[in-house]
């Protein structure tokens, strides 16, 4: 699988990025996790400090109750009453009390446990008191004060709307243990109770009185106002307190939905069990009638040492979990800015240390793309430093080689050329060779030839002239048949011509070399022609610039190649045209160039490659041997023919001669057939 394409910029960025990011994300978390854990635990704490208070209040008010009753007991009236046996002269007294210090029981019994007036109800006196240790330690001489549930019979007893008072319809509560309770009939009590003394100090009777807990808030309230000092969280109030009785709750200020206290819902099963049962403390989290809370719960003892509620102090969760969102925010937002931050200070970076390195990726392209001489100019001595000067001392070296192998490739084009130039030259020669050679193959033939048939012509040819001669001799001049006589020798004269040329042509003359004066020989030329040929309508030109100068050669043949060519070029020109002789000499060369040109008829590009084979002819009493003959003369000078032609346009010979015979071909004489 490829690699996805990831900028080096980009990678810069985030290699510097995440490690921030990562740094900041786990001290974020673990700030986090140590704030929040440290606000549970101080919570935690707290709570734990406030049920010490909350119990501190608790015993202050036992302690009030028990301030009270001990200091109404040891007051001489009670003394006296009791023996006296005069309810009537506490009556007031007890009333007063009762009322003055919110008293829900407060009741005088004899030393033989008879009550003898019920403050909570007058009416009922007389009977045994039945509040057991309550009474019976008084009795004892002991002052004892402490929390006691009084059952309803008992309660009716002491007071007539203390049962009703004390009665609390239980609400179901979730997380609470399994049970059927509907009411909560029994009631809870802050009590104490004290012995009555004669002035000799003998124990005569015994008061006691009590606060019902029951529907009576001031405790709890009280609690409330000195730990949490009324501190509220959205309208609603942070610290909380509670009395159970068993598991109910019947002194809160623990509100419900409907911003009621909580009276008659119950403590959870797992709370209850701890402390009702087990008879321990409870601190943690405990979900409380609808909310969660930091709890802390202790129990309740009576004065016997049994269980018989709990007390509980608890601070609502929410302002805790609002810090904590709070914390979390801030971290958050410190990781959110620290992450930007980051971003913008590595993207910076990033882009700065990459620069080097895009522009480096651009110069390898435009170097790919053809571009030379590139170099980058980073002075930074870092490791893109030495990338940037191994591309530079690499681009130089790439750039020399190349120079070299330009310069290679120019040599060797060159002797590419060179060669193929040779190759071209030789094959040109070659073919040239090859030409003459065939050429050279089919002359020797026709020369055989033509020697055969010129030898065998000879002889009749002579016996013929002989008796030709004979004859005109014996004619005497104006016989009739001398005219015919003399017909026979022209064309005797005329056949011995022919057989003249095919024997030059066979067998190629001995050269007797002479100077000879090319120009000079070309105006006789020009001038014998006129014989030969009808020059009317004929414009001659002469352009002769070798002057004197002499070249060596065979007169006579040199003359018969250019009468040839002269003739040759009039006969071109049958209505009449320009004839053009020029000659020049070539000193470094050591050549002379003869041109003869005409404005003729020219020669068809078909016909050019046979004007100069033997008996080839276009006129109908040519004999197509002039232009043979007169290249075998030239070739065995050493020179050379060419001819260029257009149809319609005219012809031009160029005859080339060396101005000296080589030493061979100065008594050079052979068969044509050998050159
Ligand atoms: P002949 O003159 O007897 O025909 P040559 O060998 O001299 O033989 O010439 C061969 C042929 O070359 C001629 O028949 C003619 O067709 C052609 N030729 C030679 N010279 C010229 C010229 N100057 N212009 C046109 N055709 C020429």
């Not at 110069?363 to 490791?383: C, K, N, P, W, Y």
């Amino acid at each position: 699988m490829r690699a996805p394409h990831l900028s080096i910029r980009l990678k810069l960025t985030l290699g510097s990025l995440l490690p921030l990011f990562v740094a900041i994300l786990f001290c974020s978390l673990a700030g986090i996790y140590i704030i929040i854990t440290r606000i549970n635990v101080l919570a935690q704490e707290k709570v734990r400090t406030d049920l010490n208070s909350a119990r501190e209040v608790y015993s202050n008010e036992i302690g009030h109750i028990r301030d009270v009753i001990r200091f109404s007991a040891s007051m001489p009236f009670a003394a006296q009453a009791l023996s006296a046996d005069n309810r009537q002269a506490v009556t007031p007294f007890l009333s007063a009390l009762r009322q003055n210090e919110h008293l829900d029981i407060l009741t005088l019994v004899d030393k033989h446990g008879r009550v003898l007036y019920r403050a909570g109800n007058p009416a009922a006196c007389g009977d045994l008191d039945s509040n057991g240790d309550l009474t019976s330690r008084a009795l004892r001489g002991e002052v004892s004060a402490g929390s006691l549930v009084f059952p309803p019979e008992q309660m009716l007893l002491e007071g007539k709307e203390l049962a009703r008072r004390a009665t609390i319809d239980i609400i179901p509560t979730e997380r609470a243990k399994p049970g059927a309770k509907k009411s909560e009939y029994s009631g809870m009590f802050l009590v104490a109770s004290a012995p009555v003394k004669d002035a000799a100090g003998d124990i005569t009777g015994a008061l006691y009185g009590g606060v019902l807990l029951n529907g009576n808030n001031a405790v709890v309230d009280r609690i409330k106002q000195i730990v949490y000092e009324g501190v509220q969280y959205e309208a609603k109030d942070v610290g909380t307190a509670t009395i159970f009785l068993d598991d109910t709750r019947i002194s809160t200020n623990v509100q419900t939905r409907d911003g009621k206290r909580a009276i008659g819902t119950r403590l959870s099963a797992e709370v209850y069990n701890r402390v009702i049962i087990n008879r321990e403390k409870w601190f943690d989290r405990a979900f409380v009638v609808n909310d969660w809370y930091f709890s802390a719960y202790e129990p309740i003892f009576n004065l016997d040492g049994g269980v018989i509620g709990s007390l509980y102090v608890g601070m609502r969760e929410q302002p805790n979990t609002a810090l904590k969102k709070k914390v979390n925010l801030i971290f958050g937002g410190v990781l959110l800015i620290g992450s930007l931050f980051g971003l913008v200070v590595s993207g910076f970076t990033g882009s700065h240390l990459s620069r080097p390195i895009r522009e480096l990726q651009r110069l390898v392209q435009r170097f790919s793309a053809g571009e030379r001489d590139l170099r980058i100019a980073t002075e930074t001595r870092d490791e893109i430093g030495e990338l940037a000067r191994e591309f530079n001392s690499m681009t130089g070296t790439l750039m020399q080689r190349e120079a070299a192998i330009h310069e290679l490739n120019r040599s060797l084009e060159l002797k590419v050329q060179e060669r193929t130039a040779e190759l071209e030259s030789k094959n040109l020669l070659l073919l040239k060779t090859q030409e003459e050679l065939v050429r050279a193959e089919k002359l020797a033939a026709v020369g055989e030839l033509a020697a055969g048939v010129a030898h065998e012509i000879n002889n009749p040819m002579a016996i013929i002239r002989g008796n030709a001669e004979v004859l005109l001799m014996d004619l005497p001049p104006g016989n009739s048949n001398r005219e015919e006589a003399e017909i026979i020798s022209q064309q005797v004269g005329r056949v011995e011509g022919i057989v003249g040329n095919l024997l030059s042509f066979a067998r190629q003359q001995r050269k007797a070399l002479r100077r000879v004066a090319i120009d000079r020989s070309l105006e006789e030329i020009l001038r014998q022609v006129g014989h030969q040929v009808q020059l009317e309508g004929i414009e001659l030109r002469r352009a002769f610039s070798m002057g004197a100068t002499e070249i060596e050669g065979d007169e006579n043949q040199l003359r018969q190649v250019f009468t040839n060519l002269i003739v040759n070029a009039v006969q071109a020109m049958e209505n009449g045209g320009t004839l053009t002789v020029r000659t020049d000499c070539n000193g470094e060369e050591g050549t002379c160039r003869v041109e003869i040109g005409d404005t003729g008829s020219g020669i068809p590009p078909e016909q050019i490659n046979d004007i100069f084979t033997p008996f080839f002819t276009t006129k109908s009493s040519g004999t197509g041997l002039g232009l043979s003959v007169s290249y075998g003369i030239v070739e065995n000078h050493g020179g050379t023919i060419t001819v260029t032609s257009k149809e319609c346009e005219g012809s031009q010979f160029i005859v080339t001669l060396p101005l000296l015979q080589a030493t061979a071909g100065r008594d050079g004489m052979g068969e044509r057939a050998r050159t």
